[in-house]
């Protein structure tokens, strides 16, 4: 509030006082109402600087040039000499007087009827053993997750009742798989000789193996007539590898199942290798999912749908196709090759 309206405030009830002659008015006034009169500013008129919208309310002349230390202890031994507020009534623990009760709920005469002698053991059963019983019918969703797997295996259940909080089990140390100690020289050898041991040649996840060596087992394929399973799964096979394995497979008679999974072969050269499959429909499983190239494309997957329908001995294609009506049609025709097979054997055991 300004000077001008102080004075129009406290003068509103004598008109005769002219507002411009403000000297003379001043000049009336008393020490304290000058006091009065200069302590009255605004905080918040921002057109004044902060150290004068505020008249010092200190009588106190200054001590000596600020210092923050002697500030800090002077406020912590006045914080310290000061007392404690008094409180009027300390507080006092006491039980209630009347003790909560559940309210009973009067049993209908359809619930008494109901009552077996079982109500008696449940009432008196301890949570944990609760627990269990709920584990032995199968009331899952009554346990956390540490019960639940505990009941799977025939453990203990140990969960603190049905408020227990699932904790977490320690981490099992897995050990690695140990290498495939394989010995390629001697296998390939094998296979040009036309080895009768050798039935299963496994060669997963060796990734030394040249590009010559495995062009070589391919070849071999050719001329072996022992060789039922060979699994050449991450072993960077490339479709240089794949066209001698496809050529290979259109002279096999025996093998049965061909595993070249996690590898780089590209969906024309699968396309060839399920040709050669063809030919004497001797293979019953085939996989070669997880190559470089994610997505065959539809070009390529309907080549497999034809080759598949083509086949009647296959039983096992291990491939993950694009379109769902790929994986309708495969799905349909390698289920036909099952119930023939089974058809046919079971026509056979009749006839014995």
Same mark, same amino acid.
């Given at each position: 509030? =300004?000077?001008?309206?102080?004075?129009?405030?406290?003068? &509103?009830?004598?008109?005769?006082?002219?507002?411009?002659?403000?000297?003379?008015?001043?000049?009336?006034?008393?020490?304290?109402?000058?006091?009065?009169?200069?302590?009255?500013?605004?905080?918040?008129?921002?057109?004044?600087?902060? +150290?004068?919208?505020?008249?010092?309310?200190?009588?106190?002349?200054?001590?000596?040039?600020?210092?923050?230390?002697?500030?800090?202890?002077?406020?912590?031994?006045?914080?310290?000499?000061?007392?404690?507020?008094?409180?009027?009534?300390?507080?006092?623990?006491?039980?209630?007087?009347?003790?909560?009760?559940?309210?009973?709920?009067?049993?209908?005469?359809?619930?008494?009827? %109901?009552?077996?002698?079982?109500?008696? %053991?449940?009432?008196?059963?301890?949570? !944990?053993?609760?627990?269990?019983?709920?584990?032995?019918?199968?009331?899952?969703?009554?346990?956390?997750?540490?019960?639940?797997?505990? +009941? /799977?295996?025939? /453990?203990? @259940?140990?969960?603190?009742?049905?408020?227990?909080?699932?904790?977490?089990?320690?981490?099992?140390?897995?050990?690695?798989?140990?290498?495939?100690?394989? !010995?390629?020289?001697? =296998?390939?050898?094998? %296979?040009?000789?036309?080895?009768?041991?050798?039935?299963?040649?496994?060669?997963?996840?060796?990734?030394?193996? =040249?590009?010559?060596?495995?062009?070589?087992?391919?070849?071999?394929?050719?001329?072996?007539? $022992?060789?039922?399973? @060979?699994?050449?799964?991450?072993?960077?096979?490339? !479709?240089?590898?794949?066209?001698?394995?496809? /050529?290979?497979? &259109?002279?096999?008679?025996?093998?049965?199942?061909?595993?070249?999974?996690?590898?780089?072969?590209?969906?024309?050269?699968?396309?060839?290798?399920?040709?050669?499959?063809?030919?004497?429909?001797?293979?019953?499983?085939?996989?070669?999912?997880?190559?470089?190239?994610?997505?065959?494309?539809?070009? %390529?997957?309907?080549?497999?749908?034809?080759?598949?329908?083509? $086949?009647?001995?296959?039983?096992?294609?291990?491939?993950?196709?694009?379109?769902?009506?790929?994986?309708?049609?495969?799905?349909?025709?390698?289920?036909?090759?099952?119930?023939?097979?089974?058809?046919?054997?079971?026509?056979?055991?009749? !006839?014995?």
């Amino acid at each position: 509030m =300004s000077d001008v309206e102080f004075l129009q405030r406290s003068t &509103s009830k004598d008109v005769d006082v002219d507002l411009e002659n403000l000297d003379d008015l001043l000049a009336q006034l008393t020490a304290e109402e000058l006091d009065e009169l200069n302590g009255d500013f605004d905080p918040d008129n921002s057109f004044l600087p902060p +150290s004068e919208r505020m008249k010092s309310q200190t009588d106190k002349s200054p001590s000596g040039p600020f210092s923050r230390k002697k500030l800090l202890d002077f406020l912590e031994k006045k914080a310290k000499d000061e007392k404690d507020w008094e409180n009027i009534k300390q507080y006092v623990k006491k039980a209630p007087e009347k003790p909560w009760k559940p309210k009973e709920v009067k049993k209908t005469k359809e619930e008494e009827e %109901i009552d077996t002698e079982w109500d008696d %053991i449940l009432q008196q059963a301890t949570e !944990d053993e609760l627990v269990d019983l709920a584990a032995v019918l199968g009331f899952h969703g009554m346990l956390n997750q540490t019960q639940f797997y505990a +009941s /799977e295996r025939d /453990e203990k @259940l140990e969960g603190g009742g049905f408020a227990g909080m699932a904790k977490s089990e320690q981490l099992r140390v897995i050990p690695f798989e140990p290498p495939n100690m394989t !010995d390629v020289e001697e =296998s390939l050898q094998k %296979i040009k000789d036309n080895d009768s041991s050798l039935k299963h040649l496994n060669l997963n996840n060796i990734k030394n193996i =040249s590009f010559e060596r495995l062009e070589a087992i391919c070849e071999g394929l050719k001329t072996n007539t $022992n060789l039922e399973i @060979l699994e050449m799964a991450s072993v960077a096979m490339t !479709d240089r590898v794949a066209k001698k394995l496809a /050529e290979g497979l &259109s002279e096999n008679k025996t093998l049965k199942k061909l595993n070249i999974e996690s590898n780089f072969v590209t969906g024309e050269l699968i396309v060839e290798i399920l040709k050669a499959i063809n030919v004497h429909k001797t293979c019953t499983e085939f996989r070669a999912a997880n190559q470089k190239q994610e997505v065959l494309g539809n070009k %390529i997957e309907t080549k497999i749908i034809k080759l598949v329908e083509e $086949n009647e001995k296959l039983m096992t294609l291990g491939l993950a196709f694009e379109f769902p009506e790929t994986r309708v049609k495969v799905t349909a025709k390698l289920q036909d090759n099952y119930d023939q097979t089974r058809r046919n054997r079971v026509g056979i055991k009749g !006839d014995v």
